[in-house]
Structures are given as structure tokens and as C-alpha cells.
């Protein structure tokens, strides 16, 4: 089971959400969304269910970012595994 996380490009106000789509092997199965600073963030997944704080806070949810690619954390891996069941 492998999860990939893509950044959603739809328009955003200037100070809306950063959203994202998580895939676990190519199926959509969760969006991900924070706030433009990172104190708030939620996930939405595609059965149903919304949580927000998952993990802990956005940066111990999504790594990488400006530079680099914007990968999910162990820790968001491990949470979704336990969700997609």
C-alpha cells in the first residue's frame, strides 16, 4: 500500500486553504486541507469522515514544501493505514 500526496491547484483567496488529494495506490481517498499559516487542518475522507488535527500539527502531517516535493510524514502514513483499512 503506497500513499501519494498531490497538491490541489483549483484557485484560492489570499488567505484560503492550501488543499491537497492523498491517493493510496492511485485511488483518491482523503483531501487534505490547512490554512494558509499552518495552525489549522483537516482531512476529508472520500467515505465519509472528517477529522481535524490529525497527527499533530501540519508540519508533523506534510513534509517538503517551497523547494522540495510535498510528501506525507511517517506519521500521516501510519494514520492513514489505520483509516483505509
Known sequence: MTFRVERDESPRES???YKYRIFRDNVLVANY??????????????NGPSE???VGRMIEFLEGG????TILSKRAEAYLKAKTV
Open 15 to 17: 488567505f484560503g486553504h
Open 33 to 46: 486541507w490547512h490554512d494558509y499559516r499552518g495552525d489549522e487542518h483537516g482531512i476529508d475522507f472520500v
Open 52 to 54: 481535524i488535527w490529525p
Open 66 to 69: 517551497g523547494p522540495h516535493p
